[in-house]
């Protein structure tokens, strides 16, 4: 199940600024799940060692990187629980999911020589400016939720993420279009975003014919009157939207009062709870998300409860916890420098919780599952199929 | 361009609704133009003050997704009310701390512009780190609700349904589209008659006009500044409202962009001249809609701002002149 609801979504970003509050100084925050003094009688194979979350913690973008940071600590509880002789302590990097904030931060990273791995950056944005840095020290970084399709061709020997990329979310979305939703006439619309074009223009292919229509909108545009005309106009039964969920939601709201009785399908970047929010529930119902996010299964979602109290997984959380577990599962077993764990992380093969974790050798993840979510009637995100 | 044809009412309709909303912002701009010569930058701000406030009257009645009519209208008066008090107290607040004290020191109108703008930033953020505010009162438990997400979208929790009422060419008229434009047009006339008439909206004519001439004469100079960003905000509370029942959703830079094309409709309509506020914000309306239909969404601002410039090049002083001060009167 993938339970999220608008008032969680108020708690976390409650949270986020009274954690902000306390990390705003440094930038940084020390999570202490280990005690200092336990590494008195470590094993021969594992050793003690920090780990570090490098993404949002405060800021516009807080949800999706407090989402990840409490997968990760489900991860980390869970190894300490189970090696009690050489516990794991998280650093907390809160880049505020901007790239210019993450360049010197990613230096504070590389400079603390206690850390071996790194769950992140975030966004594509803040991986671009921190990739080389990462590289050139030899620090593994495993991200969750970065997926410009370009991070890859960089040559960074460091840069792992466990998710498909934007370039494989559009021909699954198009097939999910085609197949699933069984649609005749489709309207494409992008908000002019790298990220939101990208993915429009690649659906927009491989529909191909079916395509009667495409407009772009502008982020942050807050009435979409002629879009709304046209897509009406058009006779189209079904809409893809690349882009966000702050005018995703405002579009399907203001498309549901015109009368249009389509398919509202967009991308992972509206894959939140902020959509039901923008669009209202009435609205926001039945529509279609694709993302390459995992489901949380009901088990994680009782370990995430435990370990995150008063919390709920949302987007991304599952993948912030399968890639915290690469890097613990390479410190259970005896790595104890960056270039080992690095190395462990190249051929690290193991089924994970979203999907079997295997990387290939750019560092992208070797099997890509695209799932489609939709909004139920009580206005939550559920898991509708996997796209296949 | 067959399109355009097409759907030239609804296009029209939509047009001139979201054109109201422009309008009603452009009087604020237009109102402190006229009076003081001053761009007031921080209207924006004052507008987005009024979305909160809506927002936060539905909060505070604990309205459901669902309301029956009658409450609904209950509600939409009360936080009409509500917005135009705070905004109308934001644009008093703004009046006493960022340009009293310029004034009375007869500091250059671009000290005054400067402090416009750094009061906008101040009171965006402030909205913007409302959390953080709260944490520091120690008010965060008590709030909780109306502080959340305060770098989000924050939406209405009602579904406001416009219903469908007759027909123009092909185009249903719904009841929010005529709510938005006949309210815009009412506060206009009644704004309007109040410059016009009253004695007060004569003391802002005649400080428009010459100011020192106006105070020899015994006009209270401070007092029709006052009056006039008083206006200017309960006007913008108004436009908040329309805004948040046609839209839904605002955020602590939600004025912005609205506020750069209120200022635009006050320029193009005359700056300084209310019902040069009221037709440009609607030209202003329309022109993006038809630009959309035409030349292609991305490019409705570009078609506004051409427009703006081939008016501006014909009629310098705008569609219907600047004048507040030399109102025909």
């Known amino acids: 199940m993938f339970r999220s609801t608008t008032s969680r979504r108020a708690i976390v970003a409650l949270f986020a600024a009274t954690a902000g509050l306390g990390l705003s100084s440094c930038g940084s925050d020390d999570k202490d799940t280990a005690s200092s003094g336990s590494d008195t009688s470590s094993s021969a194979e594992c050793k003690p060692a920090t780990i570090a979350f490098f993404g949002p913690k405060t800021g516009d973008a807080a949800n999706l990187g407090l989402n990840i940071v409490g997968g990760v600590k489900v991860a980390v509880d869970k190894f300490n629980a189970e090696h009690p002789d050489c516990k794991v302590t998280t650093k907390d990097f809160d880049s505020q999911g901007d790239p210019e904030k993450a360049t010197p931060l990613a230096a504070q990273v590389i400079n603390d020589k206690s850390i071996i791995g790194v769950v992140g950056p975030t966004f594509s944005g803040e991986s671009d400016a921190t990739g080389p840095a990462f590289a050139e020290a030899g620090l593994v970084t495993v991200s969750s939720s970065a997926t410009n399709p370009d991070l890859t061709t960089n040559g960074w020997k460091t840069f792992h993420r466990i998710l498909g990329n934007d370039a494989t979310q559009s021909p699954a979305a198009a097939k999910y279009i085609k197949d699933n939703l069984k649609s005749k006439k489709a309207f494409v619309v992008d908000d002019a975003s790298e990220y939101g074009k990208g993915i429009a223009d690649g659906v927009a292919k491989d529909l191909g014919d079916l395509v009667v229509g495409t407009d772009t909108v502008q982020v942050k545009q807050t009435d979409f009157g002629p879009t709304v005309t046209k897509i009406k106009a058009s006779g189209a039964d079904a809409l893809w939207y690349g882009g966000y969920y702050a005018e995703a939601g405002l579009l399907a709201k203001q498309l549901r009062a015109a009368g249009w009785k389509g398919y509202f399908v967009s991308g992972d970047g509206s894959n939140d709870p902020g959509f039901v929010e923008a669009a209202g529930k009435a609205a926001a119902k039945d529509a279609r998300l694709t993302c390459p996010c995992g489901a949380a299964t009901p088990e994680f979602t009782a370990d995430y409860e435990k370990a995150n109290p008063g919390k709920k997984p949302g987007t991304y959380s599952a993948e912030g916890f399968d890639a915290a577990t690469i890097l613990l599962d390479g410190i259970g077993e005896g790595k104890s420098t960056r270039s080992d764990l690095l190395d462990y992380v190249n051929a690290y093969d193991k089924p994970g919780l979203t999907k079997q974790l295997k990387f290939d050798d750019k560092g992208e993840v070797a099997e890509v599952v695209i799932y489609a979510f939709k909004v139920d009637d009580a206005g939550e995100i559920v898991l509708d199929t996997e796209i296949k | ?329």
């Open chain 2, 1 to 329: 361009m067959q399109f355009f044809f097409d759907h030239f009412f609804e296009l029209t309709i939509t047009g001139l609704a979201l054109g109201s909303i422009y309008a009603l912002v452009a009087l604020g701009y237009t109102m402190v133009y006229g009076v003081l010569q001053l761009i007031n930058f921080a209207h924006s701000e004052v507008f987005m003050y009024g979305t909160f406030s809506v927002v936060w009257v539905f909060y505070l009645f604990g309205a459901g997704a669902d309301q029956s009519t009658g409450s609904l209208i209950g509600l939409l008066v009360a936080s009409m009310i509500v917005a135009m008090v705070v905004s109308g107290g934001v644009a008093l607040l703004l009046e006493r701390v960022a340009y009293r004290p310029l004034l009375k020191k007869n500091s250059p109108k671009l000290v005054a512009l400067i402090s416009a703008i750094g009061a906008s930033f101040a009171l965006a953020e402030a909205m913007g780190l409302r959390d953080r505010i709260a944490g520091f009162l120690g008010l965060e438990g008590t709030l909780t609700k109306y502080v959340a997400g305060a770098r989000d979208n924050r939406s209405l929790p009602t579904t406001i349904t416009p219903d469908p009422l007759f027909k123009i060419g092909d185009y249903n008229v719904t009841t929010v589209d005529l709510l938005v434009i006949v309210m815009a047009l009412l506060m206009m006339f009644a704004l309007d008659r109040f410059v016009r008439r009253s004695r007060l909206g004569r003391g802002m004519r005649a400080v428009a006009q010459d100011p020192s001439s106006a105070a020899l004469m015994g006009v209270n100079s401070t007092r029709v500044y006052q009056v006039t960003f008083l206006l200017g905000g309960l006007m913008a509370g108004v436009a908040a409202t329309l805004y948040m029942i046609r839209i839904g959703t605002t955020r602590f830079d939600a004025g912005f962009i609205l506020g750069v094309k209120a200022f635009t409709a006050a320029v193009l309509g005359g700056i300084g001249n209310l019902r040069g506020a009221l037709v440009g914000g609607l030209v202003l309306g329309v022109a993006e809609n038809w630009g959309s239909a035409i030349i292609g969404t991305e490019w409705k601002d570009v078609v506004a701002f051409v427009l703006l410039v081939v008016i501006l090049l014909f009629r310098p002083t705008g569609l219907l002149g600047e004048s507040l001060g030399k109102a025909r009167a």
